[in-house]
């Protein structure tokens, strides 16, 4: 996967552009307060990249499971100790609601941890830690009341 970001910047406007595979979208995000840079520092954005990309490899890897995913909620956390340093002290939690045995949500969790590619970029030089999982499962909905919410 070819994957590419471009900003352009000036007073008043910032046009984040990214594209994936040919495919272009913009991302909104204001420019700063003062006009200049942008609202959203890079930091967050680091953090943002990491809980979009477990959640999203959670989805895809549930798909390849036959699991149905109802919910996912990830939130990352970690520090920069001054200007200038790295990031250090990255841990994210996650909770997913699915349709199948908490066990079984779990252990795909687990999995996505070790298949989430910005993870994996960022682990080699900082610990990126899944530090806490929460599984729900969510019942099926009865045969009968699926068939008369459908109209079948």
């Known amino acids: 996967m070819k ?33 200049f840079g942008s609202c959203v520092n890079g930091g967050e954005l680091l953090f943002s990249a990491l809980a979009t990309c477990y959640c999203n490899d959670l989805y895809r890897e549930a798909r390849k499971r036959g699991i149905e995913v109802v919910r996912v909620k990830v939130e990352v956390t970690g520090e920069f100790a001054s200007e200038g340093a790295g990031a250090t002290n990255i841990r994210y939690r996650a909770s997913v609601d699915a349709k199948a045995p908490e066990e079984t949500v779990l252990e795909l969790m687990k999995h996505t941890d070790t298949v989430a590619e910005i993870h994996n970029t960022l682990r080699p030089s900082t610990p990126v830690i899944l530090a806490e999982c929460q599984a729900r499962e969510i019942p099926a909905a009865p045969v009968a009341a699926a068939r008369a919410v459908s109209g079948l």
């Open 3 to 35: 994957a590419s970001s471009r900003i352009t910047n000036q007073q008043g406007k910032h046009i984040i552009t990214i594209e994936t595979e040919g495919r272009e979208q913009q991302l909104p995000i204001r420019p700063g307060g003062d006009g």
